[in-house]
């Protein structure tokens, strides 16, 4: 497999990066800094902040918002088509199929059994189908965040520093990006104490990187890894489902070390050419 890069991705460049960061943070935080500061005026005029309010799908889109802006400043529509292109990368190793599809999983259920909870999620009342129904519902939540983090960041990054520190940039950046929310009332970030949060942010960063590279940049397959980690089947684990994932870590950098450390296989290609989007 190999990808034929275009005039339009040699001009998106490291500015192109700062400016997804400036208008990925300016989005959110002005959004979420709004309801921390004025809670009482931004209530009264917009109601309450939760996760099924609309400022709050704004916030959480903002990587994507701003991916798609940048793509078009730099590109234009053909760009645009390019860079969607990269849904349709479907293939990827099976040993990371089963790392998405059953060791997230029971890395929620480790960790909540550690702590004394349940297996799964309890459901409501209402039985399985509102879980269902919320299940479907965060697709259109934290998975649109991966056209900024893995559509954009993560290859212009892969082309200066190593996978590793490409994950660990990206990580403290998408942990730091989520702080507000840890202030604002009505959502679930308030329930939850910011450090193992944040260094879940790295550590899922840096798992997430070679099933990248390994599916040529698949916004597909790091959309799927990123519902695995917001559905509502798996139970509250936290902070123990942030420790059993740094040992975890731990074993896939040291079993992918040979390219984790170095450029050797790294996507770089924010807009693949023809031969990208074949394979």
């Known amino acids: 497999m190999s990808y034929s890069t275009t005039a339009q991705d040699k001009k998106l460049g490291a500015g192109g990066l700062a400016v997804f960061f400036v208008i990925t943070f300016a989005i959110s935080w002005g959004v979420i800094g709004s309801y921390i500061l004025c809670p009482d005026?931004?209530?009264?005029?917009?109601?309450?902040?939760?996760?099924?309010?609309?400022?709050?799908?704004?916030a959480t889109w903002a990587p994507a918002i701003a991916a798609f802006a940048v793509v078009l400043l730099w590109g234009?529509?053909?760009?645009?088509?390019?860079?969607?292109?990269?849904?349709?990368?479907w293939r990827c190793p099976a040993p990371w199929w089963a790392f998405i599809l059953i060791v997230i999983p029971l890395v929620f259920m480790a960790g909540s059994l550690i702590k004394g909870g349940p297996l799964l999620a309890p459901l409501p009342p209402d039985?399985?189908?509102p879980v269902v129904a919320l299940m479907f519902m965060m697709l259109l939540l934290g998975p649109i965040e991966e056209f900024g983090w893995r559509g954009v960041a993560q290859p212009i990054l892969q082309r200066h520093v190593a996978s590793f520190w490409a994950g660990v940039i990206i990580g403290t950046v998408?942990?730091?990006?989520?702080?507000?929310?840890?202030?604002?009332?009505?959502?679930?970030?308030?329930?939850?104490?910011f450090l193992p949060f944040f260094i879940g942010n790295i550590v899922l960063a840096i798992l997430v990187t070679p099933i990248f590279n390994?599916?040529?940049?698949?916004?597909?397959?790091?959309?799927?890894?990123?519902?695995?980690?917001?559905?509502?089947?798996?139970p509250d684990a936290q902070p123990w489902d942030t420790w059993i994932l740094v040992l975890v870590a731990a074993?896939?950098?040291?079993w992918n070390r040979d390219m984790m450390f170095t450029r050797e296989g790294a996507v770089t290609e924010v807009i693949p050419g023809h031969a990208g989007a074949r394979s």
């Open 251 to 254: 074993i896939v950098v040291w």
């Open 214 to 234: 390994a599916t040529r940049g698949s916004l597909l397959i790091s959309m799927l890894f990123h519902w695995q980690l917001i559905n509502p089947f798996w």
């Open 174 to 193: 998408w942990g730091i990006w989520h702080l507000p929310a840890f202030y604002l009332a009505g959502v679930v970030f308030a329930e939850w104490n």
């Open 41 to 58: 005026g931004m209530a009264a005029r917009f109601g309450e902040i939760n996760g099924s309010h609309p400022f709050f799908f704004l």
């Open 76 to 89: 234009g529509l053909s760009a645009l088509r390019g860079f969607l292109s990269r849904l349709a990368f």
């Open 127 to 129: 039985g399985i189908g």
